[in-house]
Every structure is written in structure tokens, then in C-alpha cells.
């Protein structure tokens, strides 16, 4: 009998997912060999490798062949990356093909999105993020690993949950020291309390607030955020999907709160950081702290400042604050409008708070007026969602399987370098889709702006953190004048009024510092000390050489969420997004520490500003 075989199809060498596993064990092989010019040849002329932790210890961008190239010799052979494998089809779309995948280290796991284009007759890496998603053998007790919470069967002196639990608050900070201090116990301290619970790193945050939340409740009455409920999910545990698009500020308190109890995060309130100092010999912090006005002193060997980018008030000092006969306040200590129906207030800033708080005025019948110092970018909520975030957190985007986690990823392939030319087209878009409203507002006489290259807010964040304002109503109140607008500079005040400089006297009860917030070293020089603070250096910006954010080019946040020039000390914080996405990579590193790994750091921070 003769058998007639069909001929094995050849797989199709000109498929993306093809070229792109052709291109991976290309790479694989230079990797291999720690070889730098071979995998510099593997990347297009423009390229940029972003690591967040797995190669180099730290978070970094590199760029072009002698960035790729030095990134490999300096660290391939200690990481022995291996395994790269698609962990979905490749896509091409408009000439890019873009690839997810998977890998080794000689110690943990990681996930990628590669982005390649054709140059030279062949694949070639443009963009390429690769991070760290676990330690081998240290992965998180989650899914298939999960805790059985009961030991089944038949013990003498069994210890319930709840007793283990009240044993453990009782031990810490008295007989067990806590590896992590985390100071500050908003979103920040939270977020990176709760990863390094599942990590199993004895970790402890404290906040000088009542209950965990209050930094959220403690804001002014009408704020919700101003991000969309996709974008603002804890690490874990996802709001559910009753929650509103934009939770007021005291539910998102609330659920600060309740998540801090689920997840079991060592947790105390009511407790202030006072001092703290650093044992170079032992490697260990001395952090002084009141707790519950009771004097106790703690020895972490790592301290992470998760006091609030938004947190460290700028108030400017003026001739005549001390004459001045009504009340006075930054905006984080404003308390919320009710007091002042019928008073004639004086804000002064134009971004955020200040819109928001002159809206909760006005809402009052308080007579408001906003003075503009210096031009502002406005983008209207429901704008900002459809045209800028709508494609990665939105119903859609989930619905479309672009998880948040997915998206997260997405968005750190973007390296920040070229970030802003994504960005400028849909600021574009925008400043078309509402030209209407921004002619009335220049018609009030608002000054507006794009940021210095049109890639408006979320590069103006990223850069400088201030400078905007999403507006949700309040930028109307200015385009129709019931919310007065002067523009200039303050000179002085006197017993009731506001007086700039070319003049302008505004009578006022209260005057509202919207004046913004200051570098997060700072938190280092009130706790630690100046030396140390400007050991460390300015805290934020890319370096992007833009207003608030001077060169020269850092290719990443400066000192978030990674080693800086003190050791033991960190700096985490940012919107919720960052706080969920980059406390991963926080708590892994702070892990590897806790586990005595080897962790040399590639391209420590350098400091270029001091605050
Ligand atoms: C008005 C306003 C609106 C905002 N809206 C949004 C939004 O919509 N979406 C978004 O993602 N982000 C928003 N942000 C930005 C950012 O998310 C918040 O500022 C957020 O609170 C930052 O979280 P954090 O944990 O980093 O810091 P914080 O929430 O500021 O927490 C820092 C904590 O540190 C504590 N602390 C400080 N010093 C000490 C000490 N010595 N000892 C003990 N505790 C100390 C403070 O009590 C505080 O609770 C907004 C910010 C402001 C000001």
C-alpha cells in the first residue's frame, strides 16, 4: 500500500509573528554572548529600551546603538536573559509591528511590548520596554498559589487569623523591626504597603492622619478626581464596576480605608515621622516617631518618603500677609466654601485647585475672583476622556481587552522622549473639537496654553506637575465672568485687600494661596536633613528642559520610585496611576534587597538641581 503524504506546509516566514520570533532569537543570541554591537544592530538607528528593573536594578531609558550597546555590556551576562517567547500574535499596523513577550532572568520573570519597524531589509527594534513582573522562587501567593487560610485538622493551641493578626500589631515596631518604613500613608503609602504584603517584606506604613483616606477627606468638600475610574484601580483589587467614572474625594477616602484593612497593609495611623537619620556602617535608618503622641523610635533598613508630590505646600511670602485682617490659606487647607457665602474672595493661581475651589465658591454665592499669574493649559474632562485616555482606561478599552494592566504596559513602552509627539496630535484634536470654548475663554481674557511644545497635560505632569486645569465646569464661571479674572503678579497685601503689581487693588476676606507644591526632597530636608536632601536632589521632571522641568534630558522621572544617591531612601508617589503601576516595580526591588540579592545598580541617578 503506498501512502501519499501532503507536503508540510512551510510556516510563513513573512508573517509579523514570524518576523518577530525571527528577530527574538537573533536577540536571544546576542544577548547570549553579552555581544552590545549585535543587539545595537538588531535596533533602528532611533531606539530606545526602556528597563524597568529587570536588566538594570533600576528604572532607565537608554537610547540609540551606543545606549543599547552599553546597556547589554554592562549587564547581560549578570541577568542571562533567556525564554523570549511572543505571548500573543504580533501585530503590524501603519509599518510597526508590535510584539508582547515573555522572558528569564538569572532571577526572575518578566513581560515586554516591542515595537519593530523595517530598516536595512530587515526587523529592527524601535521601541522595547521590558520589566520585572516576580522574583523565581518568591512569587506572590496569588491565583494557583494562594493561601489555603486554614490548617485542616486537629491542633492544641491552634492560632486563629484574627489572633495571628493582633499578635503581629502588637510585635511591630516593639520586638520586630519593619524592613520598609513607608512615611506617609496616602494612595502612595498604601499602594506600596499592600504589594509588599503579598511579597511577604515586613514593611510599615504610618500617616499623621486619623484613619487611612483622611489625606482625601481632608481636601476641599467638592473635589472628586478628576481621572476616570479605569485609570485610578488599586494594585489587586479593582473598584467594582458600579463605581462612578469620578469618585467624590470621600469615597475614594472610604475605599482607601477599606482597602488598607482587606489587604491586610501594616498600617498606623495617628503617627508622625519627626526625624530621621542613616547609619552608613549598618545600613539602618533611626526614624523617630510619635505615635499616638507617645515618642517611639523605629530601624528600617530601607525608608521610602510616600509623603505627597502634592503635599509639600508652596505658599509665596508677601509684603503685608502679617497686616492682612481675613483669612489666609494654601489651598490644601482650604476648608471648603461654606464659610464664606457673600465674602469677597481672592484666589489666586489658575490651575486646578484653584478652578475648583473658585467653582465651589461661586456654587456658594461668594463674590470670587482668580488671579492669573502665568498662562495656564485647560482640556475639558469629558474631552480629555473621549480623545486622550479613551483608547488604553475607558469601558471600551476593557471591553477591547486592553486590561488595565495591558494598559499600563502600553503606555510605559512609550518612551519619554518621544512621548510628546503621541501627545501633540490628539492636543490637536482637542484644541479643534472645543475651539469654541477656548475662544471665549481668551476672550475673558484667560491666558491659555498648549505646553511649550503643544504636547499638553500629561506631559506638563510628567515635566513639572502643575500647570493645568481639566475642567469640569468651573473654566465657564471665568468665560462668562461670574468668576472675576484679573491677570498679573501680587505685590503686597494690605489689612483687606489684594494689590498687584501694576496696582490693582481686590478687596478681600480670604485669599486662597493656589500657588501649587513643592520638589519632594524637600520631605528629606524637613525629616532628614538639608545635606541629605540635596545629596539626593530635585525629586520629579524629565529633565525635559521645558518651564519647571530644566535639563539636561533624565530619560525618566527623577528619584521615583527607584535607587537614589542616599542610600536606603526612595521616593513613591503621583496620581493614582503611577502609584499602582510603579509601586510593582518599588516593592520588587525593595524585595530583591530584603532577600540579599545582588542588585547593582545601572546609571544610578544623577543630580543635576538640587530641589
Ligand atoms: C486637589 C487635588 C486633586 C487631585 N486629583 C487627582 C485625581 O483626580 N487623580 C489622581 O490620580 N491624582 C490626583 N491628584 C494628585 C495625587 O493623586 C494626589 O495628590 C494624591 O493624594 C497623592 O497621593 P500620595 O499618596 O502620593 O500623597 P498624599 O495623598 O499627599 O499622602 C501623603 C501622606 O503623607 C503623610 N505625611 C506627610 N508627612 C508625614 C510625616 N512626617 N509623618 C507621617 N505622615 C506624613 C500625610 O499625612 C499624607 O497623608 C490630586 C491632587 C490634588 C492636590
Known amino acids: 500500500m503506498t501512502q501519499t503524504l501532503e507536503p508540510q506546509a512551510e510556516p510563513d516566514a513573512t508573517t509579523p509573528d514570524a518576523r518577530a520570533q525571527a528577530w527574538f ?67 503590524e499596523a501603519d509599518g510597526v509591528v508590535t510584539a508582547w513577550f515573555g522572558f528569564e ?33 518568591h512569587e506572590e501567593p496569588r491565583g494557583t498559589r494562594r493561601p489555603k487560610g486554614v490548617a485542616h485538622g486537629a491542633f492544641k493551641d491552634r492560632v486563629t487569623w484574627k489572633e495571628a493578626r493582633e499578635q503581629e500589631a502588637a510585635d511591630l515596631g516593639v520586638t520586630e523591626q519593619p524592613y520598609v518604613l513607608i512615611i506617609g500613608g496616602g494612595q502612595g503609602g498604601i499602594a506600596l504597603g499592600s ?36 485609570y485610578d484601580h488599586l494594585p489587586y483589587l479593582k473598584f467594582p464596576d458600579n463605581w462612578p467614572v469620578f469618585a467624590p474625594k470621600d469615597k475614594i477616602g472610604d475605599w482607601l480605608e477599606f482597602y488598607t484593612r482587606v489587604m491586610e497593609v501594616p498600617y498606623w495611623s495617628k503617627t508622625v515621622a519627626t526625624s530621621a537619620s542613616y547609619d552608613e556602617e549598618r545600613g539602618e535608618w533611626t526614624v523617630e516617631v510619635e505615635r499616638d503622641g507617645q515618642p517611639l523610635t523605629l530601624h ?51 490651575n486646578n485647585s484653584a478652578f475648583d475651589i473658585c467653582g465651589a465658591l461661586w456654587e456658594v454665592g461668594a463674590d470670587v475672583t482668580m488671579v492669573q499669574r502665568s498662562s495656564t493649559h485647560i482640556v475639558k474632562s469629558d474631552t480629555l476622556m ?4 479613551g ?44 475651539k469654541d470654548f477656548y475662544d471665549r475663554m481668551e476672550k475673558a481674557g484667560f491666558w491659555l496654553d498648549w505646553g511649550p511644545d503643544g504636547s499638553g497635560l500629561f506631559m506638563k505632569y510628567l515635566r513639572r506637575g502643575s500647570g493645568y486645569y481639566i475642567d469640569v465646569g468651573a473654566a465657564e464661571l471665568v468665560a462668562d465672568g461670574e468668576v472675576k479674572l484679573v491677570r498679573g503678579q501680587v505685590d503686597h497685601l494690605t489689612e483687606s485687600a489684594v494689590v498687584l503689581e501694576d496696582g490693582t487693588e481686590l478687596d478681600a476676606d480670604l485669599v486662597v494661596y ?17 545635606e541629605v536632601a540635596d545629596r539626593v536632589g530635585k525629586v520629579w521632571g524629565l529633565g525635559s528642559d521645558t518651564p519647571k522641568d530644566p535639563g539636561p534630558w533624565e530619560g525618566e522621572q527623577r528619584n521615583m520610585w527607584k535607587p537614589t544617591q542616599q542610600p536606603g531612601l526612595w521616593f513613591h508617589g503621583g496620581n493614582l496611576h503611577q502609584s499602582r503601576h510603579y509601586s510593582q516595580f518599588l516593592a520588587l526591588q525593595l524585595k530583591a534587597r530584603y532577600l540579599g540579592l545582588d542588585t547593582p545598580v545601572y546609571r544610578l541617578q544623577e543630580v543635576h538641581h538640587l530641589g
Not at 38 to 51: G, I, P, Q, S, T
Not at 302 to 324: C, E, H, Y
Not at 408 to 429: E, G, K, V
Not at 514 to 530: C, E, F, P, R, V
Open 25 to 91: 532569537a537573533a536577540f536571544e543570541s546576542a544577548l547570549a554572548a553579552a555581544d552590545g554591537a549585535a543587539v545595537a544592530d538588531l535596533c533602528a538607528r532611533e531606539c530606545y529600551w526602556r528597563d524597568l528593573v529587570s536588566f538594570s536594578w533600576n528604572l532607565t531609558t537608554v537610547e540609540g546603538h551606543a545606549g543599547v550597546a552599553d546597556l547589554v555590556t554592562e549587564n547581560a551576562a549578570r541577568v542571562a536573559a533567556h525564554g523570549f517567547a511572543l505571548t500573543e500574535p504580533a501585530d
Open 105 to 137: 532572568t538569572s532571577v526572575g520573570r518578566g513581560t515586554g511590548l516591542a515595537r519593530f519597524v523595517e530598516e536595512d531589509g530587515g526587523l529592527r527594534a524601535w521601541t522595547f520596554l521590558t520589566t520585572l513582573d516576580e522574583i523565581k522562587g
Open 195 to 230: 504589594r509588599l504584603r503579598q511579597h511577604g517584606v515586613p514593611a510599615l506604613t504610618i500617616d499623621k492622619h486619623d484613619r487611612p483616606g483622611d489625606q482625601w477627606r481632608r481636601r476641599y468638600k467638592s473635589l472628586c478626581l478628576h481621572d476616570p475610574v479605569w
Open 300 to 350: 528600617p533598613t530601607q525608608l521610602v518618603l510616600a509623603t505627597g508630590m502634592s503635599g509639600k505646600a508652596n505658599v509665596p511670602r508677601l509684603p503685608g500677609q502679617d497686616v492682612f485682617r481675613g483669612e489666609q490659606h494654601h489651598s490644601s487647607q482650604h476648608p471648603g466654601p461654606d464659610a464664606y457665602a457673600g465674602k469677597k474672595c481672592v484666589v489666586i493661581g489658575s
Open 386 to 389: 473621549d480623545i486622550g485616555l
Open 391 to 434: 483608547a488604553l482606561y475607558s469601558e471600551e478599552a476593557v471591553a477591547g481587552g486592553v486590561t488595565t494592566e495591558k494598559a499600563d504596559l502600553i503606555f510605559a513602552s512609550l518612551p519619554y522622549r518621544i512621548l510628546h509627539t503621541f501627545q501633540i496630535p490628539l492636543y490637536d484634536q482637542m484644541r479643534e473639537k472645543d
Open 514 to 530: 493656589a500657588t501649587g507644591y513643592g520638589s519632594m526632597n524637600g520631605w528629606a530636608a524637613d525629616l532628614i536633613s538639608q
